[in-house]
């Protein structure tokens, strides 16, 4: 008993530990989306390329 108790806490604490890197890579991937959408926008291009 004690063994099938073990092994299901490892399979917990492994699958708890996938769902967080897999939110924490959605969260990176979403950051850095919003980040190149930002330096996608005309008006930073415009004013980037405008000065003298």
């Known amino acids: 008993m004690a063994e099938s108790m073990e092994s299901i806490v490892t399979g917990v ?12 890579h ?3 991937q979403h950051r850095r989306d919003k980040w190149l959408g930002r330096l996608e926008s005309h008006r930073v291009w415009d ?3 405008h000065r003298h």
């Open 13 to 24: 604490i492994v699958l708890a530990v996938a769902a967080i890197l897999v939110t924490s």
């Open 47 to 49: 004013r980037l390329r």
């Open 26 to 28: 959605y969260r990176r």
